[in-house]
């Protein structure tokens, strides 16, 4: 059912390496090790839409985690009431638990079909001459990948390690391939760590940004994942040859990368877009403006028609343009009056 898969990535690793070795030889080991780097971008590029959605999806399951909770606490005890009550909150929230799957997924086959390929890239039993091309090496996936290109593929060294042995590898196959067993045991051991390394660093650097961004932590499982997978793939990593570790540390590199920069940009997104919060005041260093407080209150001028004015004049109040005046009135002088009184 794969076997289409299969041919096609055959196909494009054979043309990239037509390029690679017009540049580089076709024989050496660097433009196969290019050929396997160049297409992993490209398959990763193919992948982008759904990373972004991937980490979009993430992020709004962490959000919602505390409402989650809620709806398990309430209807723990129906079951089916929870799932609908559950299904509706992503609904509303416009995420599926799926989504943060889907590229995981989609990768499969990809790793499965490159792992077909570059596990072929080895000579076959009863070789007795990796230099006989006829009795050691055959033509793969309808021949795309032929019995020569398989023989360059095979001996072809990085590091002085075959892209054909790996860890596992029998004394006999690294004898053919005029391997040394140190020098391939090291160089797997440091590529199985660092891809390790990388694997728990790129889920880690998800959590961070959303607890930074005041996301809720992570679900239980993804915790359980952060440190379960890196495991998983060292294990596994003993049995990949040199090419397929080749094409996981570029996976995990493009990753980090990758989503670093998405991540800052949906940080950004809502800060460019959102309201300002600025409080308007004085530019820096100037005096900040004080309101001054009313001095008098105003009250109809029939209440005190008989009251000097406070600049002397007689009583007679300036009117005002709603007819009021000023209430408020100095002191009046009791002496005055008395020597007034006096002389009269």
């Known amino acids: 059912m794969l076997d289409p898969f299969y041919n096609a990535v055959a196909w494009l690793i054979v043309h990239i390496h037509s390029g690679m070795g017009s540049i580089f030889g076709p024989t050496s080991g660097a433009s196969w090790a290019l050929s396997i780097v160049l297409l992993t971008?490209?398959?990763r590029l193919l992948l982008f839409p759904l990373f972004v959605k991937q980490i979009k999806s993430q992020r709004a399951m962490s959000a919602l985690q505390p409402q989650m909770k809620e709806l398990q606490a309430k209807y723990k005890n129906d079951k089916e009431k929870l799932n609908q009550e559950m299904m509706a909150l992503w609904r509303e929230a416009g995420t599926n638990p799926l989504a943060g799957c889907l590229p995981v997924i989609v990768q499969i086959p990809v790793f499965f079909a490159l792992f077909k390929v570059l596990n072929s890239l080895h000579p076959n039993k009863g070789c007795t001459d990796v230099n006989?091309?006829?009795q050691c090496f055959s033509g793969h996936f309808n021949n795309i990948l032929n019995a020569h290109l398989t023989h360059d593929a095979s001996v072809a060294?990085?590091?002085g390690v075959p892209i054909g042995a790996s860890f596992s590898s029998s004394s006999h196959t690294l004898s053919l391939l005029h391997a040394n067993a140190t020098s391939v045991k090291?160089?797997?051991v440091i590529l199985i760590v660092v891809m390790a390394a990388s694997t728990?660093?790129?889920?880690?650097q998800l959590m961070a940004r959303n607890a930074a961004s005041g996301v809720a932590q992570m679900p239980q499982q993804q915790k359980t994942l952060l440190y379960v997978l890196p495991v998983v793939f060292a294990l596994f990593g003993f049995k990949f040859p040199l090419?397929?570790?080749l094409y996981w540390l570029t996976t995990n590199f493009?990753?980090?990368a990758q989503q670093a920069v998405v991540i800052r940009r949906m940080d950004m997104a809502p800060a460019a877009t959102g309201p300002s919060t600025t409080v308007a005041g004085p530019a820096p260093g100037a005096r900040p403006d004080r309101v001054r407080p009313a001095r008098t209150a105003l009250v109809p001028d029939g209440d005190a028609e008989d009251d000097p004015a406070p600049d002397g004049s007689n009583g007679a109040a300036t009117p005002t343009t709603n007819g009021t005046r000023p209430a408020?009135?100095?002191?009046?002088?009791?002496?005055?009056?008395?020597?007034k009184g006096g002389r009269r």
């Open 254 to 256: 493009w990753s980090m």
């Open 186 to 188: 090291l160089l797997s």
């Open 41 to 43: 971008m490209a398959m």
């Open 328 to 339: 408020a009135r100095p002191p009046v002088n009791r002496n005055r009056k008395k020597r």
């Open 157 to 159: 060294k990085v590091f």
């Open 132 to 134: 006989n091309i006829a």
């Open 243 to 245: 090419g397929v570790l």
């Open 200 to 204: 728990f660093i790129t889920q880690r």
